[in-house]
C-alpha cells in the first residue's frame, strides 16, 4: 500500500503519497522522498519543505495529474516559475513556459487595436504650383469597414478622380485580409470630412492616443498631420 505523507511546505499543510512526490525521480522531490536527499521534520511530524505554500499547491496537483490545472485569471507566473526551478521539474517548467507565452500573446492579439489616420497636404511650386491632398487610413479591415466616411471618401474620389473603374471598395479591403491596411484617398480635403470620421472611430469604441505635425520646407509647402487610435489596453508604461 503507498504511504501517504504530511507535508509542511511555507506553513501550509500537505497530504499526498510518496509515489506522487517521487513520480519524477530526478527532481528535489524525488531525491528528498527517495532517500537521497537529509529531511526534517517538524513538531508534528510533517516534512518541512521552504517553498511558497500556495504555489506548491499547483505543483502537487501537476504531480497527481501530470497536467497544469491553473484557476481562471492566474497570474502568479513568476512565483510558480520560480517554484518549478526550485524543486527541479523540467517537465513542468516547459509547460509552464509554454502555458504563459501562450497567455500573453491571447491577450495581446485579444486587448489592443490601431487605427492611424494621416493627412498630407502638398503644394509644389518648382516649375509651378501643384497641390496634393492625401489621407492615409491603416489598422484592421473589419473596423476600417465599419467607418463610413472612408467608404464616402473613397467612392467620391473614385467618381471625381478617375480612379480606374475596376478599383472596388470592398475589394481594396478583402486583399488585405487580417493584416493592417491602408487605405489612401488622394482627393481634396473636403472629400473627407474629419469630425465625422473621428465620430465614427470613437463610436467603434477606439480612443484618441497620439497626435503628431509636420510642416514643409522650401519648394514643397507641406503639412502632414496623423492621429493614432487604439482600442483595449494602452500600452506598458501610459496611462
Not at 33 to 47: A, E, T
Not at 170 to 192: H, M, Q, V
Request: with cysteine.
Amino acid at each position: 500500500m503507498d504511504e501517504l505523507l504530511d507535508v509542511n511546505v511555507g506553513g501550509h499543510f500537505y497530504t499526498t503519497s510518496r509515489s506522487t512526490l517521487t513520480r519524477y525521480p530526478e527532481s528535489m522531490l524525488g531525491a528528498m522522498f527517495i532517500g537521497d536527499l537529509p529531511s526534517k521534520v517538524d513538531q508534528h511530524n510533517r516534512y518541512i519543505i521552504d517553498g511558497d505554500g500556495p504555489a506548491f499547491r499547483h505543483v502537487l496537483n501537476f504531480l497527481r495529474r501530470s497536467k497544469l490545472i491553473l484557476p481562471d485569471g492566474f497570474k502568479e507566473w513568476d512565483i510558480l516559475q520560480a517554484e518549478a526551478d526550485f524543486y527541479q521539474i523540467p517537465e513542468l517548467i516547459k509547460i509552464i513556459d509554454e502555458r504563459r507565452q501562450q497567455q500573453l500573446n491571447g491577450s495581446s492579439r485579444r486587448s489592443r487595436f490601431i487605427l492611424d489616420v494621416r493627412w498630407i497636404n502638398r503644394v509644389i511650386t518648382t516649375y509651378g504650383q501643384r497641390h496634393s491632398c492625401t489621407w492615409v487610413i491603416s489598422g484592421p479591415p473589419k473596423f476600417i469597414d465599419l467607418l463610413p466616411s472612408i467608404k464616402h471618401g473613397f467612392e467620391e474620389e473614385k467618381k471625381k478622380c478617375n480612379i480606374r473603374p475596376n478599383v472596388n471598395y470592398n475589394e481594396e479591403l478583402k486583399k488585405a485580409e487580417y493584416t493592417s491596411f491602408s487605405l489612401t484617398i488622394g482627393s481634396p480635403k473636403d472629400f473627407l470630412n474629419k469630425t465625422q470620421l473621428f465620430k465614427e472611430i470613437h463610436d467603434i469604441g477606439f480612443t484618441l492616443f497620439n497626435t503628431g505635425f509636420i510642416s514643409g520646407h522650401e519648394n514643397e509647402k507641406l503639412t502632414d498631420q496623423w492621429w493614432t487610435f487604439i482600442k483595449g489596453d494602452l500600452p506598458n508604461g501610459t496611462n
